[in-house]
Structure formats: C-alpha cells, structure tokens
C-alpha cells in the first residue's frame, strides 16, 4: 500500500516550459487535491476534484490545469511555467468516509522555474 | 489580514520541555481545527484535530480550541528529538456549493535539542 505518490520529485524548468506533475493514489479516495508550498505562505490549494469526472478551482488556480484520469490518478499541468510558479508541490487524497480534514499527502514535487 | 496566523519561529527547545505553538484566526465559521506535522522534506500527514472548543489529548500531545478568542495551541509534553519538524495549523471552513476547504497556517519550524 503505496499510499500517495507523486512523480517526478524534482524539475527544473525554462520559462515557458510545460510539464505535467502526475499524482496516485491507491487507497480508493474519491477526492484528491493539489496543493502548493512556498516560504512565508504555508499551504495553498491550487485545484481540487471531490470525484472522478469533476474538478474545481481552488484559492490559486491561475496558470494551471488539471486532470483527473480516473479515480487513482490527478495531475497538474504547467502550460507555460512562470518563475513564481517555483515551488513544492503537494497531491492530497481524502478517504470518503473520513471528514475533510484527514486527508493524506504525497512526498512532494519540488519544481523550480528559472 | 491573513485568516490563519501562526509565527513561523524557528523555535528551538531542550529536550524534554513543553512546547506551546499557537494559531490565530479571523473567520468565525471555522470549526474543525487541526495540526499536521511535517518533517523535512516530506509532505505534511495529520496529528490531531479537534471540533469547536476544548481540548483533547493523545499522548504526549495536547490540542486546545478558544473560539471566543480565536485561538488555537498545540502542547508537547516531554519533547523528543524526533519531535523536530514544522507544525502546521489547519482549519477548515464552508467555500460554497455544499464544499468544504482546509485554510492551513505558515508552519511553525520546531528543533528539539538532545
């Protein structure tokens, strides 16, 4: 039971680079969420999909799109990587019979935009 | 002003004190509130929560709630190394359309020295 994994660990990117975080889960949640970190602002959602087939903005959706693929898999796409979107990124799965506050991270995708 | 305040420290303690971390918040609505902990590099996985006011203990960690002052600790009695990581306060609060989101605090950075 992997939990939650998140591929790749670490990028680095070009202004005006895309790329595609990916994000699995195995445990079965119906809702997964994208976060991310940066020094001095804590933890912020970017997008959210409460089930398979529905995805909605979060409090900094711009310069992102999401997926979610089926039920295990949610990913991030970058279309044209901007310097502040250097970052950790954080995927977050909820198990449905558990309240919205347990909710279960991945390890992380450190992205850096030059 | 942020609705979720919480000094990012560093706080550095002797092994086996008590650590007191603390939030504040603006937003009335919220009320589940919890702490995650997250050690370096890795994705935040949660330690505790509480609902409305009181407290609830696990262990050797204490979570307190004061809605009327808005308020919210996290006590850690007997402090192990192991206990060294950033804590994260969370709260969670009504976005609309029957959904529910997680407002997290900076982190407070926490280094327990043998």
């Known amino acids: 039971n992997a939990g939650v994994t998140q591929t790749p660990k670490f990028q680095v990117l070009k202004t005006g680079q895309s790329m595609t975080l990916q994000c699995a889960q195995d445990m079965n949640h119906n809702s997964m969420y994208w976060y991310r970190q940066d020094p001095g602002m804590g933890l912020r959602l970017i997008y959210y999909s409460a089930s398979e087939g529905t995805t909605d903005k979060g409090e900094v959706p711009n310069g992102y799109n999401v997926s979610r693929l089926n039920k295990r898999e949610f990913s991030l796409r970058l279309e044209s990587a901007a310097p502040s979107q250097t970052s950790v990124y954080f995927c977050?799965?909820?198990?449905?019979?558990?309240?919205?506050?347990?909710?279960?991270f991945g390890p992380g995708t450190r992205l850096l935009v030059l | 002003q942020k609705e979720v305040e919480q000094d990012p420290g560093p706080l550095s303690v002797p092994e086996g004190a008590i650590v007191s971390l603390n939030c504040t918040y603006s937003?009335?609505?919220?009320?589940?509130f919890m702490w995650y902990r997250q050690y370096s590099r890795k994705g935040p996985e949660l330690l505790m929560y509480t609902y409305s006011s009181g407290n609830k203990e696990d262990g050797r960690f204490t979570a307190q709630v004061d809605k009327s002052s808005k308020y919210i600790s996290l006590f850690i009695r007997d402090s192990q190394p192991s206990d060294s990581a950033t804590y994260l306060c969370a709260m969670r609060g009504y976005s609309g359309a029957g959904s529910y989101q997680l407002t997290f605090g900076k982190g407070t950075k926490l280094s327990v020295i043998p």
């Open positions: 977050a799965s909820r198990d449905p019979g558990q309240g919205l506050e347990t909710q279960y």
């Open positions: 937003n009335s609505a919220f009320q589940y």
